[in-house]
């Protein structure tokens, strides 16, 4: 099992930006996939960005062009760098390493919470 912690959370103005870390640990990290996904208030929790050992992104249509994942497996680090956010952007953001391919069956950090807000 793999450990993670969320950092970097708070409030930023609209069209400004905010970078999460995620530190990972417990078990070999470079060859797996991680994301980021998000729960705003009275929502599900959804899926923002993955990326693979390679470092292959993909995207929510959501955020795509405004949020870049990107890693640095010698420090067991994932990074999520947000520009021009928005109101919707609100949430709690979490990290997520999936088993066998199912973020569901993996980890969870204890998520840190995002507020777009003037």
């Known amino acids: 099992q793999v450990q993670l912690v969320e950092s970097g959370g708070g409030l930023v103005q609209p069209g400004g930006s905010l970078r999460l870390s995620c530190a990972a640990s417990?078990?070999?990290?470079?060859?797996?996939?991680m994301g980021w996904h998000r729960q705003a208030p009275g929502k599900e929790r959804e899926l923002v960005a993955t990326?693979?050992?390679?470092?292959?992104?993909n995207y929510a249509d959501s955020v795509k062009g405004r949020f870049i994942i990107s890693r640095d497996n010698a420090k067991n680090m994932v990074y999520l760098q947000m520009h021009s956010m928005k109101p919707e952007d609100t949430a709690v953001y979490y990290c997520?390493?999936?088993?066998?391919?199912?973020?569901?069956?993996?980890?969870w950090g204890q998520g840190t919470q995002v507020t777009v807000s003037s």
């Open positions: 990326i693979t050992g390679g470092g292959i992104a």
């Open positions: 417990g078990r070999i990290f470079s060859i797996d996939t």
């Open positions: 997520n390493a999936p088993k066998y391919g199912f973020p569901s069956l993996g980890s």
